[in-house]
């Protein structure tokens, strides 16, 4: 306590390298990250049928549309040959049936909430039958079709009701757009063998 | 020999002390968007390319099935199909999904998405039959897994 201690100064450290080593990281990061979203089709397969009895669907044939892949990667509507783009427009002009006509599926008219009484088809069916070897891609392809006919339907009625596309509704709305043109398709699982 | 002198300004050195933290909050964000491969691919897939695509929402209630050509074999090898890091045959497919679910929390099983990710060349026939063990496993919620198509 006699004498004054010095005061010591402590040196900076030196962080220059800091930004160096920070770098590496990130660009560690930046390689290994993917991003990699991911997307698809989202589908909902059926339950099981009880005790393997397949029970007949008690369709009318007005209300079926369908849609056949065979081994050959080609796709028939209703018996005729066509191709992604014209199975987009049919499946839109089926399922929308504007005029009512007798060849295409019978409506019901329901209340839907926000947009009163509609007129649906409540109970047509996509009938899809896919070859064994056909090809994934096809199949693909046929669905994606599907999927972009019923969203265009959908687009259209969110525009009339709404005024802007189905993917800036209200959850509400989109609900209640859906309900109006629901997605019904059914698929036939075939068995045997494939190359 | 100009007239005037020019007067030598002295430039201020560049402060980059807070150069460290701008690369951290970078550094930061790419940590939390990256997750790590957790899965050696063993096929070999190129999905199929779709324009109407929906997201897969909870990440941790997805389970992935490739199927694809081995990665190691030549073209002439069949379709294989590979859960998490093995392959598995349809039969052996069921059993591999429910412990995969008996795994997850009760939130993720409820929402339980399976995402077949398959190649563009598979048989109809294989996927049909995937698609049917998962019914008789009770996986309803299915993905069709596909790239964004790029050119309209």
Known sequence: MFRMRKPRRVPGLNTTSTADISFMLLTFFLVTTSMDTDKGLLRKLPPMPQENIERAADVKKRNIMSITVDSDNRLYCDGKLVSTSALRRQVALFVENKDNSPAMPEKTVMNIPLLGRCSVAANHVIAIQVDRNASYDTYFNMQNAIVLAYSDLRDRQAHVRFRRPYKKCTKEQREAIAACYPIRISEAVSQGGFR | ?152
């Open chain 2, 1 to 152: 020999m100009s007239m005037f002198r020019r007067k030598i300004h002295e430039v201020p050195e560049l402060n980059t002390a807070s150069l460290p933290d701008l690369i951290f909050i970078v550094l930061f964000f790419f940590m939390v968007v990256t997750h790590m491969k957790e899965t050696t691919m063993k096929v070999r897939y190129e999905m199929p390319q779709g324009t109407r695509l929906e997201q897969v929402v909870a990440k941790s209630s997805v389970i992935h099935i490739y199927i694809g050509k081995p990665v190691a074999g030549n073209r002439t090898d069949t379709f294989r199909i590979q859960i998490n890091d093995r392959y598995t045959d349809i039969q052996g497919l069921a059993g591999v999904v429910a412990s995969e679910r008996s795994r997850m929390s009760p939130e993720d099983v409820e929402r339980m998405t399976v995402s077949i990710r398959a190649d563009r060349n598979t048989p109809m026939g294989l996927i049909s039959d995937v698609k049917q063990a998962l019914r008789k496993v009770g996986a309803y919620r299915i993905n069709y897994a596909a790239d964004e198509k790029t050119v309209k």
